[in-house]
């Protein structure tokens, strides 16, 4: 039980028991029957005059368990923070719904879940974010590692989504091995000037960089969710023995930091007159559809079943998708209505 997060949310209740003061643990307390807290895996949207806005996820830590990507005035991407951000985000008219995966049979995710979204994004607690903001001026945005992609938001709003193909099943697994593989180098902090003007130097910190997703582009909100989802089936499935990279392909998505080669290029017939490029591409396919144990040679039909749930390629989403979605689909459950204007929890209607 996630116990650490103070927002309790109830279906029924209208009584909020937030930050403060603390809560004990359920195990050490009576919360009462229609009190739950927050779980990792479970996703909140921020719906402003009933529309969705924006989606975020809930990952298993103490002081930062809110992971999103980020389009805020003062933050620009991939960011773990405190629930406080929520506070600040807040306004008359907004409200936050939360959905939980409510699948026994797909709960296996949650912890690979859990593991990418901390792996690329920033927690503002770390030197690499205190960094960014001790040498951006405040009148501009901190601009992460994963930027906002606010050029993939804008393609989404105007395209309904889009199906899985192999050009999507590739994304996935790549940011699978961006997540598994990409080198544990410990962040090396740049010389700066602070704001009493001295010279800081630069030193290497004790903890681990992160991991861009998507560095030159960017993701919005929904497309980073969808993505972390995405991966971290194929994670499960590849430590289950259920998937198999073949090594060829795991070769050239661990070169070159996983960049070997464009993922929309496998959905175009013709692209580059380059025959060593045509034949990377060609093989690429090749490797694609022998993922599958039970099925070696796995069609784009097949593609629903391999990845079962935000099944639609993850640059045709917005975050009015992804909560369409999460309103129908049987396997995740709305579990409260979360109002911090009023600090209270209206029953889901």
């Not at 603390?22 to 029957?33: I, K, N």
């Not at 996703?43 to 809110?66: A, G, Q, Y």
């Not at 639609?312 to 689909?329: G, I, P, R």
Request: aromatic letters at 6%.
């Amino acid at each position: 039980m996630f116990s650490s997060i103070r927002h309790l949310f109830s279906r029924d209740n209208h009584r909020l028991e937030a930050d403060r003061p603390p809560v004990p643990a359920p195990e050490e307390a009576s919360l009462g029957d229609n009190l739950e807290p927050l779980l990792p895996g479970d996703i909140v949207c921020m719906m402003r005059d009933n529309k969705p806005t924006h989606s975020m996820l809930i990952v298993d830590d103490e002081t930062s368990p809110l992971v999103h990507s980020s389009a805020s005035n003062r933050v620009r991407g991939a960011v773990q923070q405190s629930m406080k951000g929520l506070a600040k985000e807040n306004s008359r008219n907004t409200t936050y719904e939360v959905f939980r995966l409510d699948d026994e049979s797909l709960k296996k995710i949650l912890p690979a879940v859990d593991f990418i979204a901390k792996r690329v994004s920033v927690k503002t607690s770390s030197a690499q974010f205190k960094f960014h903001n001790a040498t951006t001026p405040r009148q501009h945005p901190i601009e992460l590692q994963m930027p906002f992609g606010k050029t993939r938001l804008d393609f989404a709003k105007d395209s309904p989504l889009q199906p899985l193909t192999n050009a999507s099943l590739f994304r996935a697994i790549r940011a699978y091995f961006r997540a598994e593989f990409h080198p544990m180098r410990p962040y090396k902090q740049p010389s700066f000037t602070n704001v009493l003007g001295e010279t800081v130097p630069e030193k290497e910190i004790d903890e681990i960089k992160s991991v861009a997703l998507s560095k030159n582009k960017g993701l919005s909100c929904s497309q980073f969710l969808t993505l972390i989802f995405q991966a971290a089936i194929i994670k499960t499935g590849i430590e289950s023995g259920e998937l198999e990279i073949a090594p060829r392909l795991a070769e050239g998505l661990k070169a070159r930091e996983t960049s070997f080669l464009k993922a929309k290029d496998l959905s175009q017939e013709s692209v580059s007159a380059d025959e060593d490029y045509q034949t990377k591409l060609s093989q690429t396919k090749s490797d694609l559809t022998s993922i599958s144990k039970s099925k070696p040679e796995l069609t784009e039909d097949d593609l629903e079943g391999l990845i079962p749930i935000f099944s639609w390629d993850v640059q045709s989403t917005n975050v009015s998708h992804l909560y369409a979605y999460l309103k129908s689909e049987p396997r995740f459950k709305s579990v409260g209505l979360l109002d911090l204007r009023l600090s209270l929890v209206r029953p889901n209607i």
